[in-house]
């Protein structure tokens, strides 16, 4: 080979790898706490009914096999992570999390968990709130052990976090079964007053381990899943009892975000209004391409909304048409729509500032 021809070869591979080191020095660390809106896979490790390791999961996800997301593919984390310019976050629990991988961030999420230790117990081995947040100090202290702490410190500061936490201390918790402890515990508001201040407390624990960005998600309209449809709900109507619980939840903890942003003196905590987004699905799903968000892709029973998805379920052919993959979760078209508000959302959807404006905002400093 000519030496000006080689040369020239080896110039080329030195940028291509230049850029690429920039690039992963430009994507932002990413930490996901909360339920199996967010798990990316950690209940595949543990002994719990609470998975999504099984087909159909996973029927769209590039491998077309089960990842322990509740999602046909992708789910929000996924395409949140896209957006920064991130690979996909990897669970907590999983061995592949080692060396560089750690840098990418982690996913802490555990399906069946609440903002309350005793919410999803019939689910035993779940990772709650004050375990993932254990396991976050646990991630630091490797990460501290891999680039120092001085830049392990400043990785979380900079880091993206999202927390979706609050639907299963309805759904598993107050309204698990008639009567349940804590409902007679609580009349609704004052059970909603309490898990607000709890989730005060994780958020403030957030700040406490170094988290400054974080992305707080309201629960979706929980009387409107095909599972409360199919449960509680009457002639297709979404079930008012879990409907007026996310009515008191949501507004209240807009109300506890801008709080606590105002007491630290910067808008750490952002606010994001899923009720809403999904409301609009419910209310208008044809003017969002898709053909019900009553019925769910993946089930059986009225609306397939009764038991889990498996194997055995009835299961739609084509996904995209589809608001609910399965009884509970979003479809990853759903999820994509989720997370484009997020992104570009109005101030009704997004509070104080949308995620766009977090990263050009960040850019800058």
């Given at each position: ?33 909360g ?20 087909p ?18 992708y ?7 896209q ?10 629990l ?49 990460v ?18 999202l ?27 004052d059970?909603?007053?309490y ?25 979706g ?34 109300d506890?975000v ?53 194997a055995?379920?009835n ?7 589809y ?18 508000q997020?992104h ?13 404006t ?8």
């Amino acid at each position: 080979m000519a030496p000006l021809v080689f040369f020239g070869l080896v110039m080329v591979l030195l940028g291509a790898l230049m850029t690429t080191h920039h690039q992963a020095e430009a994507a932002r660390a990413f930490f996901v706490f909360g339920d199996s809106l967010v798990d990316n896979g950690n209940n595949n490790f543990l002994a719990t009914q609470a998975r999504a390791d099984a087909p159909p999961y996973g029927v769209d996800y590039p491998t077309h096999r089960p990842t322990g997301r509740f999602s046909n593919g992708y789910n929000i984390p996924d395409f949140i992570s896209q957006k920064i310019g991130s690979e996909p976050t990897l669970p907590y629990l999983s061995p592949e999390l080692t060396g560089q991988k750690l840098l990418v961030g982690a996913n802490f999420a555990s399906a069946g968990i609440g903002i309350l230790n005793d919410t999803g117990i019939q689910f035993i081995n779940i990772i709650r709130m004050y375990r993932q947040y254990q396991y976050f100090q646990h991630y630091q202290q490797r990460v501290a052990a891999l680039i120092g702490e001085a830049q392990a410190k400043q990785l979380v500061n900079e880091a993206l976090v999202l927390i979706t936490v609050g639907g299963n201390d309805f759904v598993n918790n107050y309204y698990l079964v008639p009567f349940s402890a804590r409902s007679r515990q609580y009349a609704l508001p004052d059970y909603v007053t309490y898990l607000i201040s709890e989730y005060r407390k994780l958020l403030l624990q957030l700040y406490d381990l170094g988290a400054r960005r974080v992305l707080v998600t309201g629960t979706g309209p929980l009387g409107c899943v095909p599972a409360e449809l199919a449960m509680r709900g009457r002639h297709g109507q979404c079930s008012t009892e879990l409907q007026r619980a996310a009515g008191l939840f949501n507004p209240q903890l807009i109300d506890m975000v801008k709080g606590i942003n105002s007491e630290i003196g910067s808008d750490i905590f952002v606010a994001v209004n899923t009720q809403q987004t999904h409301y609009n699905f419910i209310n208008n799903p044809q003017a969002f391409g898709f053909v019900t968000a009553k019925i769910a892709c993946c089930g059986q029973g009225p609306y397939n909304g009764l038991g889990l998805c498996t194997a055995a379920s009835n299961l739609c052919p084509n996904r995209d048409i589809y608001a609910f993959w399965d009884a509970f979760h979003p479809t990853e078209r759903a999820n994509s729509m989720i997370v484009e508000q997020i992104h570009t959302g109005s101030t009704e959807y997004m509070y104080p500032m949308n995620l766009s404006t977090i990263m050009a905002l960040d850019s800058r400093v």
